[in-house]
Nanobody, 125 residues
Framework: QVQLVESGGGLVQAGGSLRLSCAAS????????MGWFRQAPGKEREFVAA???????????YYADSVKGRFTISRDNAKNTVYLQMNTLKPEDTAVYYC???????????????WGQGTQVTVSS
């Protein structure tokens, strides 16, 4: 089992920044990739960003078109933590953000094995 705990959400004005953190614990050695999803009220959960967890050296990062150039996903394997730096936030970024972990590499049909409990991000106009 893998436990994921998000932190760093909050209320910010449009144009501002937030950094989300996701601390992983448990049997993380089998995790291959991690990432972030979000769900706005009345909408389906959508992919935000992903990063390879296991690969050493060069590794890939992946982003939804809606956040590309504004959000940056990074990792600190020593701390078992994944981050999402969110800059130039827009009101449409308002959502509950969920951390995700997968035993599979990121792909278009990426399957998620573990979810965090979510953290609220609210961007005011």
């Amino acid at each position: 089992q893998v436990q994921l705990v998000e932190s760093g959400g909050g209320l910010v004005q449009a144009g501002g920044s937030l950094r989300l953190s996701c601390a992983a614990s448990g049997r993380t050695f089998n995790v291959y990739s991690m990432g972030w999803f979000r769900q706005a009220p009345g909408k389906e959960r959508e992919f935000v960003a992903a990063i390879s967890w296991r690969r050493v050296g060069l590794y890939g990062t992946y982003y939804a078109d809606s956040v590309k150039g504004r959000f940056t996903i990074s990792r600190d394997n020593a701390k078992n933590t994944v981050y999402l730096q969110m800059n130039t936030l827009k009101p449409e970024d308002t959502a509950v953000y969920y951390c995700a972990a997968s035993y599979d590499q990121y792909r278009s049909s990426w399957s998620i094995d573990y979810w965090g409990q979510g953290t609220q991000v609210t961007v005011s106009s």
